[in-house]
């Protein structure tokens, strides 16, 4: 995993239309992460537990149970 720089973090409920999310193949149990691009908004699914940026919060995290850096 990937360390994230910010921990405290914000949230916002944003609706998107489902068949939008279906085009893309995210469903509500996908791993998804958020960038920021030339002033738009790019939510894509992630693929391999590898690319999942860490938030350094463990407890809500999809991928604890295989994290190395994860002291248990």
Known sequence: ?????QVNQEYTL????TEVLEEVRIDAFSTVQFSVAR????????????????????CLCPGRFTCEGVSR
């Open 1 to 5: 995993m990937q360390k994230a720089t």
């Open 14 to 17: 944003l609706p998107v239309p």
């Open 39 to 58: 002033g738009k908004l790019i939510i894509e699914p992630i693929d391999a537990e590898q690319n999942m940026v860490c938030i350094g919060s463990c």
